[in-house]
Structure formats: C-alpha cells, structure tokens
C-alpha cells in the first residue's frame, strides 16, 4: 500500500457531496453484513421469525397473514435481501393471529413455533416429522406441545435446536417475552428450566446457538433490543452483546451461513440472523440483519482488536459518535488481550462523500491471489471505486490519536467521518485483519431551511416570524440573493391558499416594508432586513399608498397572480445584497383560504433560493414529523 502524501487537515477539506445517511459499522464483532426493510419487500408487515438455509444462504421469514390466515413463509437472497419467493405455512398454524413465530434449521430442515407449539417443514414448504440430531434423526409427531408449551405460558416465541444436547438425541430451546428459556425434547418433555439471570431484562423472541462456544444468544433486550449472550451450562449472562440499529422491538434469531459468498466473499464462523420489528412509525418496516460473531475459526470475535471512538476528550467507546466544527476526534485501537498492545498499526479515514460508501478493497492488486480483503470496506486507491483517504503507518495497537478539526472546516448536520484500522493478524488467511469501524456523525445544524411555523399565519409575534430563511453559519452555498415563495399549482385544498399582503395588525403589516408611519410599519423581525441587505432599491418593489418616498414593501410578485381588489398574490420573492451563512430573514404574512392557517398546512409551498456558490436551489415545504405546527424544507 502507498501513502497519499497530504496531512490529514488537508485531506478532510477535499470537496465532497453532502450526506443524508448515517453508515453504518459493518466490520468487526457485531458488524452489519446485511440490513434490509421487510415491508416494501414482501408487501406484508407483520414478520416475526427468521432462519437462513444453509445450503443456499436464502433468507426465511414467516410473517402473518395481513388479512385472514394462511400465513407465509418468505424467501429472501442472503446477499441483496431480495425477494425469492413464498410458500404457506402449516395449516396447523391457521389458528394462531400470528402463526409462526421464530424459526430454526437443524441444516437439512426448517422449524417454527407458536400457540399449538412447534412444527417442522422443507425448503418448499412440505410438513417433516424428523430432526436432525447428533445420534441420527429423531422422529416427532407435529405438534410438539404438551408440558413444554404449558411451561413457555402457551407459545412458543423464540425457538432453536441444539442437535447434540440429551445425550446426542437432540433438544428444542424456547422461550416467550420475559419468561424462562425451556428446554424440551421432541415429545414436548421439559428437560430443564431457566429464567432471566440476574441484571438481564430479556423480551425473548428469539433464540440462536452459537457453535463455536455452545452459548445461546437471545433476541433481545427488553429496553435496549440489544441481542444477548447466555453463558452455557451455568446460563448466567456473559455482558456480551450485539445492538441493531435502527432499534425496534425484538423479532426471531437464528444462525446464518458461514459459506464464503452466501452473504459475504469471505467466509466466517458464525453470522447471527436478527428480524426486528416495526417500530409503527410511518415509513418504518419489519427489518431483517446480518451480524458478525466469529469471523476466524480460532479467535472469538470479542478477542479481536476493537476501534474504539469518542469526542472532545470523553470516555472512548465503539458508539457511534456526533461531532460539531472544531471538534477533536480521538480513536484507539484497544487489544482486549492486552497481548498485541504496541504493535503496528494503519488507520484509514474517509471524510465527506467518500464517508457515505461502502467499496470493497481487492487486496489481489498488491497480493496477488489474495481476492477481496476480508472486512474492509473504507475508499482508497485500491477500492473497486477509488477515493482519496488518509493513511498513516505510524500509530500502534494501544495509542490514542487526536485530531483536531479546523475551526474553518465546514460541517453540515449528517456529515460522516468514518475510520476503520488494519493490523497483522497471524491466524488471518490474508495477515492483514481489518477491525470494526469507528463513525462520526456531525449534528450541527447547516446548509439554508425555510419553514413555515406556528399556529396561526396571522401572526402578531414582534420577535418571532411566522416565516423564515435560516442561512445556518456551516452553509457551505455562499450569499442568498434570492428567495421565492410560490403558491402556484399547489394541489387542493391547497389550491385556493393566497397570501393576504395588507392585513394589519401582526405589527403592523407584511407590505409595509421599511416603512416608519404607524399603522403601515412591515412585518420583518428584529431588524432582519437590514441584517440580510434587503434590497429596497429594486425597482419593481410594491408600493402601497401609504410609502413615503424609497419606502416599499421590498417584495416583487408575478402581475398575472395578484388580486388588487382583495390585495393577495400567488407568490412572493425578496432579493438581498448581504444575506450571508449566519443570518436569518423572518417575517409574518397573513394567509388566506387552502386548507388551513398553521405552519404545518403551509406544506407544499414551493420554495426557489438563489445562492453564489451552489446557484438556484429549489424544493417544497413538508411537514415537520417532530412538530405538528411546522412545515419546512432544508437545503444542507
């Protein structure tokens, strides 16, 4: 690998596109290989189990009928999410509001649980009567039910099958929300009993053996939807676990594949499958994820050497961290064995657009033979699409690196620096082990908003507009010069919606502008219009009879649409001489008719900005999900 010969302040100023998305870690114990929304896929909210075949790496989930039973099973592709296909679930399941909740493969066949208890089907979806275990196939007559039901309270929520337990014959764990994880053969015979271990606030609905340790992973914590690991045999909690983001309330586990290709081009030694669920917000969905556990047959993936993170001198951890101008970025790479600390290390830093992608690396361009580099994921000069980076050989397994951000660096909320750190892993096929990545999110507000906000456009606030043009100080678009606000070709009711130019009575009234009598004093707050250079000098500002002399509205509008009978117009633009990053222009203008007279029905307002750096930006109000008076629209 070569060195990009440029200090890391000069390499965060390369220019980039702005970002929307947070990225997510997907490297490392518990890194994302996979994250896919349900609902758009399958056109059926309401998934609950999961299972992945290990044959094929096809995703299963059963999800309830939307209407009326039979319920399905899905099948998605392990790489994309996809939808493959579908099949119905065992008519034994009709009767339950959910059928099948989650779902277990013993590798040849597939499993699921609910109120009538546990039944088994094929990759087709045929009804089996056998199940694979370490003495051979053991022969159940479906439903398995009985005293094991009766112990998980009626259903069976989170399901998984351990193929060597009763001596080789096989047994079923289960468990239901904050009940106790049962263990029951394939007559439904209770074996054993285990309820939450101390400080674990478990919601069980789903249940994965982990086969390199023996230990069970539960799907999830009752307030955080982390998955949990449970120590086995003591069944004690090992304080190990795996968050889902975004959160939601907890779905099926189950173990996915560890073939090279089924998810990833590498291969792993265990992959836990998570389903969670809908949070119920709009635009949310059932989701499915892939999560890392064990990537090297040998090393336990929380041996691994951990990037760890934090901001402006706080405590360092893997979390995802928000950062504003001038912050300082602190990064380690922390060995939890303490055996490797002082060993050499390489850091790669992808800031801005090159932030916002994922590329996988094809280590055979320097190795030769060595195909794509397991895990790593950061644009450089040897990604599959090359970015710039920053690169140094001189950090070591232990140090803490801090770097500053100018004070001038531009930072817009939604910005990502991203980091992810090689080192030499001997056990590794390829030497080189890339570690978890460590995110940066900025959450400093930037770019231009336009909103509208309030509960009545008619709007006698001295302090505060009804309207506004926030030119955040992070915007990177220059000077306004120009902004429109268009009521013209809105949809009904909207359609009838015009602004009313000469109510009084909101201190005092919109078209009056720079005027001084009382009684025809404008609407512009605190002084907004001489901060932002508004230009009264454009000779096409509106006039009214009670301007003196260069006195004017200082507004234009389109002639075709202003009723001078009722003194309304259609649209309305302002044009500025010092509207610089850091100011803002706010105003009241009464509205009349459309659908009614709040900040949120003023969505749908067509706004054009004119800047000097990005030129003419332009969008439409909507509503603001966290405020039921406001509608807006942000240009970052």
Not at 209 to 234: C, F, H, K, M, Y
Not at 285 to 311: C, F, T
Not at 471 to 486: C, D, E, Y
Request: proline residues 6%; aromatic residues 8%; hydrophobic residues 35%.
């Amino acid at each position: 690998m070569r060195q990009i010969p440029c200090a890391f302040v000069s390499c965060l100023l390369l220019p980039g596109p702005l970002l929307t998305a947070q990225q997510r870690n997907n490297a490392g114990f518990g890194g994302a290989y996979l994250t896919a929304a349900l609902d758009p896929t399958t056109g059926n909210p309401g998934s609950v189990g999961i299972a992945v075949d290990p044959g094929t790496g096809n995703i299963l989930v059963s999800a309830r009928s939307a209407s009326t039973p039979p319920h399905r099973i899905f099948r998605l592709d392990g790489r994309t999410g996809a939808l493959l296909g579908s099949f119905l679930q065992d008519p034994a399941h009709d009767g339950s509001p959910w059928g099948q909740r989650d779902l277990e493969t013993d590798g040849a066949n597939f499993f699921g649980g609910s109120e009538v208890g546990v039944t088994g089907f094929s990759i087709s979806g045929a009804v089996v009567t056998q199940v694979q275990a370490l003495n051979g196939p053991r022969t159940f007559s479906p439903p398995i039910a009985g005293a094991a039901l009766t112990a998980l309270g009626g259903v069976v929520r989170g399901l998984c099958w351990d193929r060597a337990a009763n001596g080789g014959n096989g047994a079923f764990y289960g468990i239901n929300g904050t009940g106790p994880l049962v263990q029951f053969d394939v007559q439904g015979n209770v074996l054993s009993t285990h309820p939450a271990p101390p400080g674990v606030n478990w919601q069980g609905f789903g249940l994965a053996l982990d086969p390199v340790t023996g230990n069970l992973w539960v799907n999830g914590d009752a307030l955080t939807g982390e998955l949990l690991e449970i120590q086995r045999p003591s069944f004690t909690a090992t304080g190990r676990r795996i968050a889902v983001s975004p959160a939601g309330a907890p779905g099926g586990l189950s173990g996915a594949s560890n073939v090279q290709n089924h998810h990833e081009p590498w291969p792993t030694s265990f992959v836990l499958a998570a389903l969670t669920q809908s949070t119920g917000l709009p635009g949310d969905s059932d989701r499915v994820s892939l999560h890392r556990v064990h990537l090297l047959p040998n090393r336990r993936g929380w041996d691994e050497i951990v990037l760890q993170n934090a901001v402006d001198g706080r405590p360092l951890d893997t979390a995802t961290k928000s950062y504003g101008a001038g912050s300082t970025l602190d990064v380690r790479l922390a060995d939890p064995t303490g055996t490797r600390t002082g060993q050499p290390a390489w850091l790669f830093w992808n800031v801005l657009g090159a932030a916002r992608t994922d590329s996988y690396t094809p280590l055979g361009l320097i190795l030769p033979g060595a195909g794509t580099m397991w895990e790593h994921r950061t644009l450089n000069q040897i990604s599959t699409t090359p970015s710039s980076f920053v690169y140094t050989s001189s950090y070591t397994v232990g140090q803490t690196v801090r770097e500053r951000l100018p004070a001038s660096y531009p930072v817009c909320a939604g910005d990502i620096i991203r980091v992810q750190g090689i080192h030499v892993e001997p056990q590794h096929p390829q030497v080189f082990m890339s570690t978890n990545e460590a995110i940066f999110v900025a959450d400093a507000a930037c770019g231009i908003t336009v909103y509208a906000s309030g509960g009545n456009s008619f709007n006698a606030n001295t302090t505060a507009g009804f309207f506004g043009v926030d030119h955040h100080a992070n915007s990177r678009h220059g000077r306004i010069t120009r902004v429109t606000l268009s009521l013209i070709g809105m949809a009904a009711p909207n359609d009838t919606l015009v602004f009313d130019l000469d109510q009084i009575g909101m201190a005092d009234r919109f078209d009056g502008g720079n005027a001084q009598a009382l009684g025809c004093r404008g609407t512009y707050r605190l002084a907004c219009d001489a901060l932002c250079g508004l230009d009264y000098a454009f000779a096409g500002n509106h006039r009214t009879a009670c301007h003196q002399v260069a006195e004017n509205g200082g507004f234009t509008f389109t002639a075709a649409h202003y009723d001078a009978v009722n003194g309304t117009t259609k649209d309305l633009t302002w044009r500025f001489s010092t509207f610089d990053p850091g100011r803002r222009f706010e105003f009241s203008v009464d509205t009349d008719f459309g659908r009614g007279i709040s900040g949120a029905d003023m969505a749908g307002i067509a706004v054009t900005v004119d800047t000097t750096l990005s030129g003419t930006l332009q969008g439409v109000l909507a509503d603001d999900p966290t405020d039921p008076l406001r509608s807006y629209v942000q240009f970052q």
